[in-house]
């Protein structure tokens, strides 16, 4: 992926919150503009191709769910996700496009993901089976080029649920 530019992402931070309607909770933000820190700044998938694809499904409103395996956040360092969080997504090239805030986090084995998650993450035809067969060679590909485990169908997994509270507008209208 490409590196992120932290100037970009406090602009795009600065807009964001404001259209949110977080720009008044000093104990998110900070008490001023200058002392506002963003949240984390993340793009889905391991390509520049496939974060742009999953973006535009969150963009365009069929994207309300991800999911990542317990033992990549623990591989990369990153901790649980938690309700209420806030995230800035960006694109497959560093750019922030859209915040969003998570609703809802639990773990579950992958086999015992059901049918609902899968739609609301909002890829492929949003079944089930599809939902398995691209998951599966994801997390295979991913735990091959990190080192990771094997997969398992009882892998855990942590399912998240968001909600987008801003996406940035396409140039051509800023």
Not at 4 to 11: A, F, K
Not at 102 to 129: Q, Y
Not at 139 to 165: C, K, S
């Amino acid at each position: 992926m490409h590196a992120v530019d932290e100037s970009e992402i406090q602009r795009f931070w600065e807009v964001a919150r404001g259209h949110a309607g977080i720009d008044r909770l000093g104990v998110v933000v900070g008490a001023s503009a200058l002392g506002a820190v963003p949240p984390q700044a993340w793009s889905f998938g391991d390509s520049p191709r496939l974060a742009d694809e999953l973006l535009a499904h969150v963009l365009d409103g069929e994207k309300r769910a991800c999911s990542t395996a317990v033992w990549e956040l623990e591989h990369a360092g990153e901790p649980m996700p938690a309700v209420g969080e806030l995230s800035i997504l960006l694109d497959g090239a560093g750019h922030p496009r859209g915040l969003i805030r998570t609703t809802v986090v639990r773990i579950a084995a992958f086999e015992d993901v059901d049918a609902a998650f899968a739609a609301a993450e909002g890829e492929d035809d949003r079944t089930l089976e599809s939902w398995r067969r691209e998951h599966e060679k994801y997390w295979r590909r991913v735990a091959e080029t990190t080192g990771g485990p094997e997969f398992t169908p009882d892998m855990p997994l942590v399912l998240e649920e968001f909600e987008l509270l801003y996406q940035q507008p396409p140039a051509s209208e800023q």
